[in-house]
């Protein structure tokens, strides 16, 4: 092989242990996420309720973009995992301030209000946004 596959290459332990990473971090937000929200996301999306789908794909979004930043800026897998969960953690705060700020929130986006929905989506988005700015260590 010629050098420049194998310095290629070299890196795929590490892209593999920060990608099992990011996956497990992500269930474990979609589970805890789905299992805090007082309405059933998963069933909801099946029944074709777009405002949960928008709503929940907002939320995955705003979670997945400081992760992708604590991957990119990690020094470890520990550090990652660290980062990975403070964005968890910022992102169930999210919903809770907009569930304030958005009176009935979950039985809205039950009954498939789009607004709900987007409006919620857009919040967890610009939240997620904000959370990876700030990863900068």
């Not at 497990?24 to 029944?47: K, M």
């Not at 789908?53 to 990690?74: D, V």
């Not at 009954?111 to 260590?137: Q, V």
């Amino acid at each position: 092989m010629s050098d420049s596959i194998l310095a290629s290459i070299a890196g795929l332990p590490e892209f593999f242990s920060f990608f099992v990473l990011a996956v497990l971090l992500s269930l474990l937000f979609i589970r805890f996420y789905s299992w805090l929200t007082p309405h059933d996301e998963f069933s909801l999306i099946r029944a074709n309720n777009p405002a949960a789908a928008i709503a929940f794909a907002g939320a995955l979004l705003g979670f997945a973009l400081p992760l992708a930043s604590a991957i990119e800026h990690s020094i470890s897998l520990l550090d990652c995992a660290i980062w990975g969960a403070l964005a968890l953690v910022v992102q169930i705060l999210t919903f809770t301030a907009v569930r304030i700020a958005l009176r009935e929130l979950p039985e809205r986006i039950t009954r498939g209000e789009l607004a709900a929905g987007i409006f919620s989506a857009g919040c967890s988005i610009a939240i997620g946004l904000i959370n990876a700015a700030s990863m900068t260590f």
